[in-house]
């Protein structure tokens, strides 16, 4: 079955910098591929969603690129700030159109003002 | 859009005690997923439905744990006897599934204690 994994597992940057997180996925066929952010406390909130037709996406201060030979996709934050600090999960859609996704471990983003 | 509702918010009981959550997902969203979030595992899918069935239940940890969807807008989770490793936040997430994977929404979450 697919396999997300996600790095690094907490990232620490400077109020202005950029913050990367990376996830590898092992099936091939999976096609679809979230972004959550998830604040002490709240529920997970999609962020960015990218589809494997795309190569990359950007929304604002948040970008997404997918690597479809590697089997790997990136979130890119730029300016980051103090509110940016957060969980950030990465997920991939299984194969077939059932709507399941498989989660990666999570990175714990702190943001330092 | 009032978005996917749990409740409750927070359960507090003790060990033995059936525990029951419930879920609202979003009007017109045919899938429903459970999820079970701790600081050691992460987040762990439970169950899933598709048009109210069960399609995936491999995530249940045991038969102490039962899911169901009698109809398009409601799922329950037990946990029959429940037991002090229980203690998660279980989240409820939906989302439309339709010739092409979308995202999911999740609810707000019931954090849930047993002594």
């Known amino acids: 079955g697919e396999n997300v994994e996600q790095h690094p597992s907490t990232l620490s940057v400077q109020e202005g910098d950029s913050a990367v997180i990376k996830c590898t996925y092992s099936d091939s066929a999976s096609n679809y591929f979230p972004w959550y952010k998830q604040e002490l406390g709240k529920r997970p909130q999609l962020i960015i969603d990218i589809r494997s037709n795309v190569g990359e996406k950007k929304d604002q201060r948040i970008a997404v690129t997918l690597n479809k030979t590697a089997k790997h996709f990136s979130l890119h934050i730029t300016e980051t700030q103090p509110e940016d600090s957060a969980v950030y999960f990465c997920a991939a859609s299984t194969y077939g159109n059932t709507g399941k996704l498989i989660f990666g471990q999570g990175t714990t983003l702190q943001v330092k003002p | 859009d009032a978005g996917v509702i749990q409740s409750p918010r927070h359960e507090v009981t003790e060990m033995g005690q059936e525990v029951t959550l419930r879920c609202k997902p979003i009007?017109?969203?045919?899938?429903l997923f459970w999820y079970r979030q701790t600081m050691m595992r992460g987040l762990e899918l439970l169950i899933y439905f598709n048009n109210n069935v069960p399609i995936d239940d491999s995530g249940m940890p045991e038969d102490r744990f039962s899911a169901k969807m009698p109809n398009a807008s409601f799922s329950t989770l037990k946990i029959q006897p429940s037991e002090p490793r229980d203690s998660a936040v279980y989240f409820c997430a939906s989302s439309l599934v339709s010739g092409a994977n979308q995202p999911q929404h999740f609810g707000d979450g019931t954090r849930l204690s047993i002594l």
């Open positions: 009007s017109g969203h045919n899938s």
